[in-house]
């Protein structure tokens, strides 16, 4: 068996997310480990939950970043919330609604669904009707902006809606946390998961979370213990609670939460609403590129994410031949359709730093070069000069 | 809000996790994140599995980092063996049995505690009795290597007992793997968890796991869903599962994993005897040191682990402040007991890359001058030419 040191190409990340880390953030993660009870290193999770704060818009104390992937997040805030007979609402538009259906499925709950078409925002008007029809619901659960399709729904609308009609919401902002607004106190928003690798600009591994006062008070008033010991809130915020005593509930993942501090203290200094401009202002360049290649987007312009631009696939093109020559020749990542849309749609993320002009103009050139060569683009040329103009 | 780059102190790590991490993996942790379906990702995560196999002495297929911490590992082992209603065998002789009923009731099941005196090994006649008595049950949970008593125990006896009794067997391998024995197929153990923080000298957020082809039976003949998406095994081993087709689970920890491979190929360059022979020496040193300053063992000698020293305290001694002066004056971490043996022991690491003579001289002489300050020590500077007559 010989298995050397791996050493990874270097990619340019612009699929569906993990996206590019920033040199700073590789940096930070390479640093000393040391013990996760030390004084430097609990200092250290202070600063981590108050960045945090700041990203979500939140004053709520359960406020963490789990130690595993927003998958993990997820079915955080579905063990602690759900128990065994509630009904949940449960909004889905693409993949990740359907996992959602799981997680209050395997919590012993029942799910109510609400459907819309992949592609398109959670229509408010299902929901309360939905919301009507059950007065026994005690959640509501949507996916802000959908990693499988390029969707973005009205977070605010909908949990108004949850509030109105007595439920708790929880929502998935795995893509949009830092690349379009999340504003968790002013949106009221009771349960929300995000993910590292997304627009925070870090390596995959860590999903922030947070709780408001109401979600801890219906925790606190569970029947039943919640059926994860890793992920129940109670013994999770015994480590990450308050500055002066903590207990070992687990190991934290050390390295992992250097990358993300040093990632949220960069976003701190960028500033989160310049952030939002920036992804906006990135995203209307690579539009005026691809619309200049003749392709057009899944998602109508005022639903579509910034960060993950769902573009269809022009006539009679092999997508995954496509990718591939993307990744071989200019070891450029974009990103396949999911479920409903494989083969339909790529995705293309402008997530935290990825979100940069030279990233834009490098895709458009290369997508470009690619389906000329394979007879399939407009006019070869086109997409980055109307990209430079839209960014002039 | 001012909150800079977090430049962490540098310690030298002897507590109970997490050691020293060799500086090949810190860098390899910096590497350039790719995405978690790219085809020189995938080639890697074969080679994990590959190298992990190796580790674990074992072939079985099933066997892969969790993407979270160890006590996640032991979650994983619980959720997908245990069914409702089931009934397990829990032996206790530490903290981490107590968690392993914990996870045991979570899932509905029933647990059976066999219990020991922290810092003693699991009495084989003791569990042989339990079994006789509980013809119904159907796993045996056992803690090889107590973390927070540095007590091993017979896996080899425990896990034949329980095939006896037609019981499958969980071991909590956290602090054993790569540190003392751990021969999973030779002993025919059927869910074992570890962690990458301990005699790996990785970074703590992953958690090494493997299941026999007979776990994989009874997971394939469950009458009820595994209550956990995340750790659901079939769903994780559609990503990690084999080399040809990888459909999506969650996105892995890219660069935690670029750390554990690094890890696992210089574990295998040493060679993994070696690493246990290393493990011993290293050791007996500390303990010619301790010793020699008239301090003693909570373990007696044939169950001790080499790699997690319990130590038990000097008369009159302040723990803490020993612990805390330690740390302030010396940048070396050792660990405190937990549970009954609070205030009664420390727990000094010796594992992984932290297993070394320089270490040992180090923590040596560093508790003995600290003791000596106190007027706590026998007779200042005998500790440390001990353990080099130990070594030499």
Redesign the interface.
């Known amino acids: 068996?010989a298995?050397?040191?791996?050493?990874?190409?270097?990619?340019t990340?612009m699929?569906p997310?993990?996206s590019?880390?920033h040199p700073?953030v590789?940096?930070?993660?390479?640093?000393?480990?040391?013990?996760?009870l030390?004084?430097?290193?609990t200092g250290?999770m202070e600063?981590v939950k108050?960045?945090l704060q700041?990203t979500l818009r939140t004053s709520n104390e359960m406020t963490l970043p789990v130690?595993?992937?927003?998958?993990?997040g997820?079915?955080m805030c579905f063990v602690n919330l759900v128990e065994p007979g509630d009904k949940v609402i449960v909004c889905q538009n693409g993949v990740f609604g359907g996992?959602m259906k799981?997680?209050v499925?395997?919590?012993g709950g029942v799910a109510v669904m609400v459907e819309d078409a992949w592609g398109e925002a959670v229509d408010p008007n299902k929901l309360e009707e939905t919301l009507k029809a059950n007065p026994d619901a005690r959640v509501v659960a949507f996916v802000h902006a959908e990693t499988s399709t390029g969707a973005q729904s009205d977070a605010k609308t909908l949990t108004a809606l949850a509030h109105q009609y007595d439920c708790l919401s929880i929502v998935d902002a795995v893509t949009s946390l830092a690349g379009t607004p999340v504003l968790v106190d002013e949106w009221g928003i009771d349960a929300l998961y995000s993910?590292s690798?997304k627009c925070l600009s870090c390596?995959?591994?860590l999903s922030p979370v947070t709780f408001s006062d109401r979600a801890v008070e219906r925790i606190t008033a569970r029947k039943s213990?919640?059926?994860?010991?890793?992920l129940d809130v109670s013994l999770v915020m015994g480590y990450w609670g308050n500055g002066t005593k903590r207990s070992?509930?687990?190991?934290?993942?050390?390295?992992?939460l250097?990358?993300l501090?040093?990632a949220l203290?960069m976003l701190?200094e960028e500033g989160l609403e310049q952030a939002w401009v920036r992804h906006t202002k990135n995203h209307l360049a690579l539009r005026a590129g691809i619309e200049a290649m003749g392709l057009s987007f899944l998602v109508k312009e005022e639903d579509r994410l910034p960060q993950l631009n769902a573009v269809l696939l022009p006539d009679g093109v092999d997508e995954a031949a496509v990718r591939q020559r993307l990744?071989n020749e200019y070891d450029l990542?974009i990103g396949a359709g999911?479920g409903v849309l494989a083969g339909k749609i790529w995705r293309i993320g402008l997530m935290g730093y990825a979100s940069n002009t030279k990233n834009v103009l490098y895709c458009l050139g290369a997508l470009d070069a690619v389906l000329s060569d394979m007879q399939a683009a407009i006019t070869q040329g086109v997409a980055v000069s109307a990209a430079q103009s839209a960014v002039g």
Chains 1, 2 share one sequence.
């Open positions: 068996m298995i050397s040191s791996f050493n990874p190409p270097v990619r990340l699929g997310g993990p590019d880390v700073r590789s940096a930070a993660m390479a640093r000393p480990t040391i013990g996760h030390d004084p430097a290193f250290m600063d108050t960045l700041y130690s595993a992937p927003g998958s993990a997820m079915e996992r799981e997680n499925e395997r919590c993910g690798q390596a995959p591994g213990p919640v059926q994860s010991w890793f070992y509930h687990h190991t934290a993942p050390v390295n992992a250097y990358g501090h040093e203290v701190r990744l990542e999911l």
